[in-house]
């Protein structure tokens, strides 16, 4: 559609709303027309409007979202029954969020964030002082709680300045403790951390150094149904460097009777199942399929070869073509149509709470791993490969899927701060990072997922050596996780 046939029909919608006395936002109209019928859907929308909402004139966003949630279930409905294992999408973001981007937004956004880890300390029954009590109270020795806004390599060890909703402090930690020393190594701006201090002479220098981190999760059971969820991402489908054969693959032995892909119930598609377009600089040089339609009328080819036991649920990634700010919503339904509807696609958000059978999956595509490796911390592009899965230890340890911001990924300032990683989750998954790599972390499963994407120019740029053609598999009864390679 050209912008000035979209003009158009955003007049026509608005001027046919008056006629019948009701005023359309802008925001409202657009939404209308990411649908088939819009005119049919208005008409339709007006008279919900009058049995439902009598009194409303003016027709915002919410109002729209909610009408459409009623003609079409957006959201999944509370619990599913697959074939032979329930699952529940437990929490995840839509698109009917509205913020303003202001700096009190983002004021109150960190102050919920550092009240919330600050809970988590307190739950361990660690008695917190601000540093303006500790001096009042003649403390020697204190923990304190705060937001990092600085660390800097000073003289005789590091300077750390964190903030409390009561004050600004500096923090010297001195040399000579290793263990110590790589703690604030660790450190980046917005984490949230307990310190132990010792005041020395008006000064306060610190002792220990906390993460928020989790308890141990004790080892499930053993007598879950005997199902496998499996998940895969970064499949990047109209990229020149789309492996189709390896995922040809993939598809064939899911199909398969082989025991491990016969009880293979469940696919999460983890981000990035099209390379998307104008997602960074020169990408149109490396599209096989230079349009969306394309990329999608290409990915409902290939998931048209899932077998039918095999519910598909898909999160989007940076490369699909939704808000890139996290949380981000379900993919459109203008998309979802090219996709058709195979074996009732699941559409959710990222990240998502995935519970099957009772197992919570926190299922993030993983955008933020960027911003950790990019922020100065002992992560990078080259070396990724080997520590991928102690960088998910250090995120979900942090208890924030954004532990730091404001270097590449955008985030909503919303006020219950979904990135917040609250609940301990039994699988932690994420992607784009295109290296797989699996740990166990007290009881808490981490894995990245991999790609089906040959190295791009830019990877081979920051010597990033991607993993091609990886599935992770966990066995829902004996609760073992394996990474599968084809090819
Ligand atoms: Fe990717």
Known sequence: MTSTGRGEDIKRLASKALSKGYQLTE??????????????????????????????????????????RTIDGERPPEEQVAKTASFRIKSTSYSDVWIEGSTEEFRLYFTVRYQRIREIFERRGISVYSPSELREQGLKEAYIIGMVSEVRAVKNGYSVVVEDPKGVWRIIVPKGDRNLEERVEDLLPDMVVTMRVRMRASVLVAQDILLPDVPPVPQRRLSGPDVNVCIISDIHVGSSRFNEELFNDFLEWLSSDEDEASKTCFLVINGDLVDGVYIYPGQENELALPSLNKQFEKASELLKKIPERVTVIYVPGNHEPVRKALPQPPIQHRYRELLGQHNGLVYVGNPAWISFDGIEFLVFHGQTLDDVIQSGSRFSYSTIHRDAAALLEFVLRTRHLAPTYGVVTPLLPLRDDPLMISEVPVVFATGHIHVAAQSLYRGVHLVNTGTWQEQTKFQASLGLEPTVGTAAILNLRSMRLSIKKFG
């Open 27 to 68: 925001s409202s109209i657009k939404i209308l027309l990411e649908r088939k019928n819009p005119d049919e859907l208005l008409d339709r929308l007006l008279s919900w409007i009058k049995s439902s909402r009598p009194g409303t004139i003016l027709i915002e966003p919410g109002v729209v979202m909610d009408f459409l």
